[in-house]
């Protein structure tokens, strides 16, 4: 079985400066990886997946996220937050045991707030 | 491309009563998963259909249940509604089950109100 703890439930940043968005993991079989953002009201958005190829991964919107075995770790960053960032954000596994999907276990989400 | 679609947006029903919600997921996409949102909960995975078979199952009672049609567009049932069922419901189309990871991509989900 697979877990995600995302380790912040909110987080409150000024606009303009960094942001970092915990994620740790839990897996028995090699991991995908998946951040995704909700706005209000609107459905979930992939902001970016790592699968096993770079370590590093590159999303939309001036996201980013390293994938470090060693940490179990998938934090995502971003050097520069906007008003438009503010939402919920959620770190997701998936494992692929025997051929058959698990779905998707997804953390309890942080909140991101932007301070103008 | 069109993205995930479900109807109804949004759902009102009272305890005891059932409902179905529909998905049709993106063209050439063959796995649809459906997921419940909840403030107390967060997302859980209820199930995942692929070709017209349910692959694989969240831990949810049987009251919850799902289909999907030759044209890969699904349904999921929800008998003997609980006020607890109320809930945002997600669908997520995926292209291909077989490839080593499962992302999935996301429909704006059917907000059930159960009184």
């Known amino acids: 079985a697979q877990s995600v703890t995302q380790l912040d439930s909110h987080v409150s940043v000024s606009e303009g400066t960094p942001v970092l968005l915990r994620c740790n993991y839990s897996s028995s079989y090699s991991p995908s990886l998946f951040w995704y953002v909700q706005h209000p009201n609107k459905g979930l958005q992939l902001l970016l997946k790592y699968t096993s190829a770079a370590t590093l991964v590159k999303g939309i919107n001036g996201f980013e996220a390293e994938f470090k075995k060693s940490e179990t770790s998938f934090h995502l960053t971003k050097p520069s937050a906007h008003m438009s960032d503010a939402a919920e954000y959620f770190c997701v596994v998936s494992v692929r045991s025997g051929g058959g999907a698990d779905g998707l276990t997804f953390g309890k989400g942080t909140h991101l707030i932007i301070q103008p | 491309k069109a993205g995930v679609t479900q109807t109804p947006r949004y759902l009102i029903k009272t305890r005891g009563q059932q409902v179905t919600l529909s998905c049709s997921p993106i063209?050439?996409?063959?796995?649809v998963s459906w997921y419940q949102q909840t403030p107390g909960q967060g997302l859980q995975f209820l199930f995942e259909?692929?070709?017209?078979?349910?692959?694989n199952k969240g831990n949810f009672p049987g009251r919850f249940s799902g289909r999907q049609f030759s044209n890969s567009r699904s349904e999921m049932n929800v008998s003997t509604l609980e006020l607890g069922d109320s809930a945002l419901y997600l669908c997520a189309s995926g292209r291909d089950t077989t490839v080593t990871y499962n992302e999935q991509f996301f429909g704006p989900g059917t907000r059930l109100t159960v009184l």
């Open positions: 063209s050439g996409h063959r796995s």
């Open positions: 259909y692929f070709s017209e078979t349910q692959r």
